[in-house]
């Protein structure tokens, strides 16, 4: 299901962002089933940043070191919220007869 149903993703401001200083490597943020970071020699890295599904913070929740931050969850609520989204997601949920 589209989370943002024909918005582009590339017009969202929601990915992460990891603070070097807080990173211990566990590696906790590679489990990313939509594969936005990559390893290197000095960590992970945000590589893909339009692949993240907008509203989840998984990686964040989890990250060892608490390096891992996303923009402020109102903002993403505001947007949603502006561009009508929720109803828009809502359409389709009854379109796809998920809900009645």
């Known amino acids: 299901m589209a989370w943002l149903v024909d918005y582009p993703r590339e017009k969202v401001n929601w990915f992460p962002t990891i603070d070097p200083e807080k990173c211990v490597k566990c590696g906790i943020c590679m489990n990313c089933g939509k594969n936005v970071y990559d390893w290197t020699e000095n960590g992970p890295v945000v590589a893909r940043p339009y692949n993240c ?18 923009p402020d969850l109102n903002e993403l609520r505001e947007f949603y919220k502006k561009e009508g989204m929720w109803a828009k997601v809502k359409k389709q949920l009854k379109e796809e007869g998920k809900i009645k």
């Open 53 to 70: 599904l907008v509203g989840c913070m998984t990686c964040a929740n989890l990250c060892l070191g608490k390096a891992i931050s996303f």
